[in-house]
C-alpha cells in the first residue's frame, strides 16, 4: 500500500517460510517410450538459474533426469570439473544429480559460483541450465518460531520484534496479515527496539496476526516476522474469545 517495495520484497520474509525459495523449474514429460527402449537422458528437474541461498541453511542444487539406462551425473563449476566426492561437506543425492550442501562451520561464500549438472548415459548427455548461485546479503531476521501467547484480560503484555541488525537501522512497525497497521494509543505503543508494549489487554486486543516488520532504508526491503498470535482470556465468564 504505502509500501510499494513491499509485495516485491516479500520473498524474503523469513516467516512466510517462502523464502530462498527454490523454484523448480519442471519439465516436459516426454513422450512415452515403451520401457526397454535406450534412451538418451533429460533432465526432468533443476533448480531456478538464479539461486540465492540463506547461509543458516543447507544449500540445495537440484538436478534431477531420466533416461535408459539411468543416467549418472557431474557437475561443473565455473566452467570446470567439481570433483563432489572430493568435498566431504557435498553429498549427491542418490539416483540423481541434486546436491545438498552443509555449509555450517564452513565459508558459505566459498560455495558461490555458476554451476549446471551433466546427465550421462550410453545414448546421449543431457545438460542443465546454468546455476548461479549466491549467499543472501540481506539482513536476516532470526529464525525463532514464535509460541502462541494466552494472557488474562487486563495484564501487561510485550510483544518483541527483535528485528536483524542494519545500518542505518530499519524502521519498524506493526501490522496485520492485511497491511493494516496496528493501532497505536496509550494503552498500547512501540518502543525504541520496536518491541509493542500493552499496558493492560483487553479482549478485543486477540488476533493471529502481530506482525512486525523491518524496513531496511538502504535496501529498499521489507522483511516480516512470524506472526505472533495473542488470546486474550477473559476472566469474568472464565474462558476468552478462544482462538480462530
Ligand atoms: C566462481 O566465480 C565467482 C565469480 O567470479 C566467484 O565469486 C566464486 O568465488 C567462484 N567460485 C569458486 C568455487 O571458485
Ligand atoms: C474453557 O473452555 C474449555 C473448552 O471449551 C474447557 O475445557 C475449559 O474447562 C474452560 N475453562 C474455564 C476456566 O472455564
Same mark, same amino acid.
Given at each position: 500500500? !504505502?509500501?510499494?517495495?513491499?509485495?516485491? +520484497?516479500?520473498?524474503?520474509?523469513?516467516?512466510?517460510?517462502?523464502?530462498?525459495?527454490?523454484?523448480?523449474?519442471?519439465?516436459?514429460?516426454?513422450?512415452?517410450?515403451?520401457?526397454?527402449?535406450?534412451?538418451?537422458?533429460?533432465?526432468?528437474? /533443476?533448480?531456478?538459474? #538464479? *539461486?540465492?541461498?540463506?547461509?543458516?541453511?543447507?544449500?540445495?542444487?537440484?538436478? %534431477?533426469?531420466?533416461?535408459?539406462?539411468?543416467?549418472?551425473?557431474?557437475?561443473? &563449476? +565455473?566452467? @570446470?570439473?567439481?570433483?563432489?566426492?572430493?568435498?566431504?561437506?557435498?553429498?549427491?543425492?542418490?539416483?540423481?544429480?541434486?546436491?545438498?550442501? #552443509?555449509?555450517?562451520?564452513? !565459508?558459505? #561464500?566459498?560455495?558461490?559460483?555458476?554451476?549446471?549438472?551433466? $546427465?550421462?548415459?550410453?545414448?546421449?548427455?543431457?545438460?542443465?541450465?546454468?546455476?548461479?548461485? !549466491? /549467499?543472501? &546479503?540481506?539482513?536476516?531476521?532470526?529464525? %525463532?518460531?514464535?509460541?502462541?501467547?494466552?494472557?488474562?484480560?487486563?495484564?501487561?503484555?510485550?510483544? /518483541?520484534? &527483535?528485528?536483524?541488525?542494519?545500518?542505518?537501522?530499519?524502521?519498524?512497525?506493526?501490522?496485520? +496479515?492485511?497491511?493494516? &497497521?496496528?493501532?497505536?494509543?496509550? !494503552?498500547?505503543?512501540? $518502543?525504541? +527496539?520496536?518491541?509493542? *508494549?500493552?499496558?493492560?489487554?483487553?479482549?478485543?486486543?486477540?488476533?493471529? #496476526?502481530?506482525?512486525? *516488520? $523491518?524496513?531496511?532504508?538502504?535496501?529498499? @526491503?521489507?522483511?516480516?516476522?512470524?506472526?505472533?498470535?495473542?488470546?486474550?482470556?477473559?476472566?469474568?465468564?472464565?474462558?476468552?474469545?478462544?482462538?480462530?
Amino acid at each position: 500500500m !504505502r509500501h510499494p517495495s513491499l509485495d516485491r +520484497n516479500r520473498k524474503w520474509a523469513p516467516g512466510s517460510g517462502a523464502m530462498m525459495l527454490i523454484l523448480m523449474s519442471c519439465v516436459t514429460s516426454a513422450l512415452e517410450v515403451p520401457l526397454d527402449l535406450p534412451q538418451p537422458p533429460t533432465i526432468t528437474l /533443476q533448480s531456478p538459474k #538464479d *539461486y540465492i541461498f540463506d547461509p543458516r541453511e543447507n544449500i540445495v542444487i537440484h538436478c %534431477e533426469a531420466k533416461g535408459k539406462p539411468n543416467p549418472s551425473f557431474s557437475w561443473t &563449476r +565455473n566452467g @570446470t570439473h567439481f570433483d563432489v566426492e572430493k568435498d566431504s561437506k557435498v553429498l549427491m543425492r542418490p539416483g540423481s544429480g541434486t546436491l545438498v550442501i #552443509d555449509i555450517s562451520g564452513e !565459508r558459505a #561464500d566459498a560455495y558461490e559460483g555458476t554451476y549446471q549438472c551433466t $546427465a550421462h548415459n550410453d545414448h546421449g548427455t543431457a545438460v542443465s541450465n546454468n546455476i548461479i548461485i !549466491r /549467499q543472501s &546479503r540481506s539482513p536476516l531476521w532470526s529464525k %525463532e518460531r514464535n509460541e502462541a501467547i494466552t494472557v488474562q484480560m487486563g495484564v501487561s503484555l510485550v510483544l /518483541q520484534c &527483535r528485528p536483524p541488525a542494519g545500518l542505518p537501522p530499519p524502521v519498524i512497525f506493526w501490522m496485520d +496479515n492485511n497491511f493494516q &497497521r496496528l493501532p497505536l494509543d496509550q !494503552r498500547v505503543s512501540q $518502543a525504541l +527496539n520496536g518491541d509493542l *508494549y500493552f499496558s493492560n489487554v483487553l479482549p478485543e486486543d486477540t488476533r493471529s #496476526d502481530y506482525i512486525c *516488520y $523491518a524496513r531496511f532504508p538502504h535496501t529498499q @526491503t521489507i522483511q516480516q516476522k512470524q506472526p505472533i498470535s495473542v488470546t486474550v482470556l477473559n476472566s469474568k465468564s472464565g474462558n476468552g474469545t478462544g482462538i480462530g
